[in-house]
């Protein structure tokens, strides 16, 4: 019989520049860990192209989905109401919550008013980006994640590695000595018996708690409900089984109506994991009523704003607000693939992290992460709702600058460039040799990062009057 032991909850850490850069050269040197994660995206990328087939036309699949987000999006304050007037009929409640606190002391003061000593949680990213768990148990309430990666995530003490599949950096042998550390199991069990396990401790989990709480997929302003989509069935469990279901879910997430599900749920099951459709898909519109057996007394959903209104404001990057949270950008990118998801120290990691981090935690703390990007463009290339990924990192580029948040030496390194540039004696005065050690000796910062940058031997200038003068030597011959 396993034995458990107190669970830890994720630490919620700031990043900061220098941080995020000794962290990511560390990973991009861990030869372990690039195994690890090539293996993982490695079975992620055979079975996309699987799913794929399902749709006659993917193209115009997604184009539909941009469309119809861009719709939700454009008219956000009257979905929402839209959602909550529908919610609040089937005896829903909706509670807006402009910050993360906002939203931790909502969701306290529901626990507290009904005794909850034990919450069971599904996987959300939005509760990661509150810190919830590490709130509760301050608070003296327990949370236990009940999705397996999560599970594992939160026995190891660490936040969710990616927004679809929390434990990638793990294999199987790391979650099995993770399991007999922590749970005291034989070190060698294969994922089945380790499943088992956590199985018969999550069970439990459901019957002891008071209270049960989910993210959500969608929020359909239609029909006031929310939908849940999952593979293991413990997000059915968290909605169901506690007697009061507290669903926290960021504003953007809202869709028009119930029949866009049926383009939405491919999408999101082929760009998330390759599938069809994920093998639960609940849609839950309110508490339990009269006429129905099952299904929690009370349910609430709280809308969380926590900065996505300032990326609504922002005519071009309120694209990113469309956002389906599938995770293919992340497996696209070179720079994820090397440094993983946890040197960014931000709930949401990878190409989307990047663009929307900054707008909802601030520009000054988080714009570095708006620079480490090779622009590939593969992000944009793979995202089923196609937002320009690659082209808004270049946008939050250019607005840290005109916020004035560029560093000094980067100042001074565009104003020399430009001063050079527009006098061509200087650039055409010393050889290629010497402007290589001028330039790369005046910005070592530069060259830590990158390869130093290497003039060519002969300028432009040089060269196209050296052109000139062979052409006038030797004309070339009419055809
Ligand atoms: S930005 Fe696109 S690809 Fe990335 S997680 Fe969101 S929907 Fe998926």
């Not at 590695?161 to 922590?182: C, G, Q, W």
């Not at 981090?357 to 090779?374: F, R």
């Not at 990062?449 to 000139?468: V, Y």
Request: charged fraction near 20%; include cysteine; glycine fraction near 8%.
């Amino acid at each position: 019989m396993a034995n458990e032991k107190p669970i830890q909850s994720g630490k919620s850490s700031g990043g900061t520049a220098s941080s995020f850069i000794a962290k990511s050269s560390i990973k991009a040197a861990d030869l372990d860990h690039r195994r690890k994660i090539n293996f993982n995206i490695s079975r992620y990328n055979s079975v996309v192209p699987i799913g794929k087939q399902q749709f006659a036309n993917l193209a115009t699949a997604r184009e539909q989905a941009k469309t119809l987000k861009w719709e939700a999006i454009g008219q956000l304050d009257k979905m929402l109401e839209e959602f909550e007037l529908n919610f609040s009929k089937r005896g829903g409640k909706v509670l807006w919550a402009e910050t993360a606190d906002d939203a931790l002391k909502e969701i306290l003061s529901i626990c507290q008013r009904v005794n909850c000593k034990n919450v069971v949680k599904s996987k959300s990213m939005v509760t990661e980006e509150i810190h919830l768990n590490a709130f509760l148990e301050k608070n003296g309430i327990e949370s236990i994640e009940s999705d397996l990666g999560e599970y594992i995530q939160q026995l190891d003490g660490e936040s969710p590695y990616h927004i679809v599949t929390p434990a990638m950096h793990k294999s199987k042998e790391d979650v099995a000595r993770l399991f007999a550390n922590k749970l005291g199991t034989e070190p060698n069990l294969n994922p089945e018996q380790l499943t088992q396990v956590a199985r018969h401790m999550l069970r439990q989990k459901y019957v002891q708690a008071e209270v049960g709480i989910t993210g959500a997929n969608f929020l359909i302003a239609g029909s006031g409900s929310i939908a849940v989509t999952e593979n293991e069935g413990n997000a059915r469990l968290s909605c169901g089984y506690p007697n009061v279901h507290i669903a926290i879910v960021g504003i953007e997430k809202v869709i028009p109506s119930l029949s866009d599900l049926g383009l939405f749920w491919p999408l999101l099951a082929t760009y998330g994991t390759g599938q069809n459709v994920t093998v639960y898909n609940s849609i839950v519109s309110g508490p339990r009523q009269k006429n129905e057996v099952d299904g929690p007394t009370e349910m609430y959903v709280i809308l969380l704003d926590n900065g996505r209104t300032e990326l609504l404001a922002e005519p071009n990057s309120r694209e990113a607000l469309y956002c389906i949270r599938c995770g293919s950008c992340l497996n696209a990118c070179p720079v994820y693939k090397n440094i993983g998801g946890h040197a960014y120290e931000t709930t949401y990691s990878g190409p989307i992290g990047k663009v929307i981090t900054p707008w909802l935690k601030g520009m000054h703390q988080y714009k570095h992460l708006s620079y480490a990007s090779s622009l590939c463009g593969n992000c944009t290339e793979v995202c089923p709702v196609r937002i320009n990924l690659h082209e808004l990192l270049l946008d939050n580029r250019h607005e840290s600058v005109v916020r004035g948040e560029s560093g000094l030496s980067e100042r001074l390194a565009w104003k020399t460039w430009k001063f050079a540039s527009m006098h061509r004696g200087l650039m055409n005065s010393g050889s290629g040799s010497l402007k290589n050690k001028v330039v790369n000796g005046l910005f070592k910062k530069w060259s830590e990062h990158h390869a130093p940058l290497d003039f060519a031997p002969k300028t432009f200038n040089e060269q196209w009057k050296e052109r000139m003068k062979n052409l006038a030597k030797n004309p070339t011959p009419e055809s």
